[in-house]
């Protein structure tokens, strides 16, 4: 069932919440494009771990209110409200791709709240100090970012009738990346189940606009709001060694950063190979995080 949780200044965040609702609360963030209906284990899988996953689409996807602006940092302010609103004072933060960014916004901004951080394919800050932002990153992505650098209307101009097109066959973001996609990935998205869970997930994300895909890219290569520097929190990395869309050198350069952080680098996986390990992540999560 779908929620509907205000945040800051009455906007509107959708909220589903997947597993045990009385298990350890931890908050998976999207990637992008991506919503709340995104690649998660199953119900069973879930309750056999104790963990309550609380999921929501950030501003501008699905059914949450844009944010026109919005840093990675002002997603702290809507996972304080969601947790609020569920009476959960303490959680743990896993995300994703996109979802990395944020996750990490959590750990920094919200230390006292937030008891594990994991990012899995995540992205480092753009323009980061001793990094090649772009190398080994597939070309899509290059294009992608190197709009959003530019400023909102290149990157509109790109994303706006990618999503129009997503919109009407949600398949098509997977086949506009399979030419771009390593063996691994290739036969991670080729499961069935996967497969669906990613179109739905994608049709959610673009139901009604592009916003949210552009505010995210706009957000990931401008100033963040935070340093990852200042993370406390146990965190960790997790990157397959042949992803191509968020490549290893950024997990890297964050274990560089983030003072503690575990690097766990996996050879022969990729990006979507993070769906696999996901419950492995999840039970590292629990360690230290009482239950909701």
């Not at 991506?34 to 899988?45: D, F, I, W």
């Not at 304080?80 to 743990?92: L, N, P, R, S, T």
């Not at 001793?130 to 530019?150: C, E, K, P, R, Y």
Request: a negative charge; hydrophobic letters at 45%.
């Amino acid at each position: 069932m779908t929620d509907t949780v205000l945040a800051a200044g009455g906007r509107r965040l959708s909220v589903q919440v997947f597993g045990d609702s009385e298990g350890i609360p931890v908050f998976l963030l999207h990637g992008t494009p991506g919503s709340r209906l995104g690649p998660h284990p199953r119900g069973q899988v879930l309750h056999r771990l104790g963990i309550r996953l609380i999921a929501f689409d950030r501003p501008g996807y699905g059914h949450s209110d844009r944010l026109a602006g919005r840093k990675v940092a002002d997603v702290v302010e809507d996972v304080a409200a969601i947790a609020d609103a569920y009476g959960v004072e303490k959680f743990a933060v896993v995300g994703r791709s996109g979802g990395g960014p944020h996750a990490l916004a959590c750990a920094a901004l919200l230390p006292r709240r937030t008891t594990r951080a994991a990012v899995l394919v995540g992205l480092a800050p753009h323009g980061a100090e001793g990094l090649d932002w772009f190398d080994g990153m597939a070309q899509s992505n290059v294009i992608d970012f190197t709009a959003a650098a530019a400023g909102h209307d290149p990157l509109s101009a790109r994303l706006t009738p990618a999503a129009e097109s997503i919109r009407a066959d949600p398949a098509s973001l997977i086949t506009r990346l399979q030419a771009e996609l390593p063996d691994s990935d290739r036969r991670v998205v080729t499961d069935r189940g996967i497969r669906s869970m990613l179109v739905q997930n994608y049709a959610e994300a673009l139901r009604t606009s592009a916003y949210g895909w552009i505010d995210d890219a706009l957000a990931f290569c401008s100033p963040w709001g935070f340093d990852p520097a200042a993370v406390t929190v146990p965190v960790v990395l997790w990157h397959g060694e042949n992803d191509v869309f968020s490549p290893v050198s950024h997990a890297r350069w964050l274990a560089d950063q983030i003072p503690g952080a575990t690097v766990l680098v996996q050879a022969g996986a990729a990006h979507f190979g993070a769906l696999d390990v996901l419950p492995d992540i999840l039970r590292w999560l629990a360690v230290g995080t009482p239950r909701g």
